[in-house]
């Protein structure tokens, strides 16, 4: 049997593509920071994680670095997540943010553009959980949450297509398959499926006409905000959400009744 551990105060949380001012992991990043976690901002735009990382450190009083990191490269992956062990507290959490979208038709799409599409969101997710997992494995204690879609559970739908459906309908199998593997870790492993949500993955920021066109089928009648998915992210990666695990949240307003 696998006993709860306690959390450490001094904690850091991984975040990927959390550079974007506008995004879910800037503001998962600001959230978790004013919990007093330590973050580490991996965002392929070094010079925007390193001033993100700033603006948190300096709004919040946290230690935070911000590392410019392709997590479709091995190497790089590996490199980003070894300077955030040896410079900030140890790694709690990880959150796998770090996502591109795919607007284009099926019949129209090429291989090239296929495969970078899972090379981000599939492959990138695999390479930074693996790497993290080493030292959660070892402390016995950690909290794995990555970001799937709604476009996932209903076959599109939304701005992005096939592509994009299908490299976020395999991060949701991913984190089953991961957390029947890292229970005995004391490891949790999670998905959160967002709805539309105002951000630049979005094709860049909604208009106003737009937001209700998307808001038609939403029982809320409109729209998410990145805060809003941040709160339900830094909950499962908090001290309350031990007994959570293999999970798949629903965050979507209830355009997609499960």
Request: aromatic share 4%; hydrophobic share 45%; with cysteine.
């Amino acid at each position: 049997m696998t006993d709860a551990a306690e959390f450490p105060t001094d904690r850091t949380a991984v975040l990927t593509g959390a550079a974007s001012a506008r995004g879910i992991g800037r503001a998962t990043a600001d959230r978790l920071a004013r919990k007093g976690w330590a973050v580490a901002i991996l965002d392929i735009d070094g010079p925007a994680a390193e001033e993100a990382a700033a603006d948190i450190a300096g709004r919040h009083g946290v230690q935070a670095i911000g590392v410019g990191t392709d997590v479709s490269d091995e190497a790089s992956v590996d490199a980003a997540i070894s300077r955030v062990e040896a410079e900030l507290p140890p790694i709690v959490a990880l959150g796998n943010l770090a996502g591109i979208s795919s607007p284009t038709e099926f019949m129209q799409e090429t291989k090239e553009a296929w495969e970078r599409v899972f090379a981000v969101n599939m492959t990138g997710t695999f390479l930074v959980t693996q790497r993290v997992l080493r030292g959660m494995i070892e402390r016995k204690l950690g909290r794995v949450v990555s970001v799937s879609s709604i476009s996932a559970q209903r076959g599109g739908g939304t701005y992005s297509k096939v592509a994009y459906s299908a490299s976020k309908a395999g991060i949701i199998g991913f984190t089953r398959a991961v957390a029947r593997e890292m229970g005995e870790h004391n490891i949790t492993v999670n998905c959160v499926a967002p709805g539309p949500v105002d951000t630049d993955i979005m094709g860049g920021t909604l208009t106003e006409e737009r937001k209700r066109d998307m808001s038609r089928d939403i029982l809320v009648g409109r729209v998410g905000t990145v805060s809003e998915i941040a709160a339900l992210i830094a909950f499962l990666v908090g001290p309350d959400a031990g007994y959570i695990t293999a999970a798949t949240y629903d965050i979507n307003g209830g355009l997609q009744v499960s």
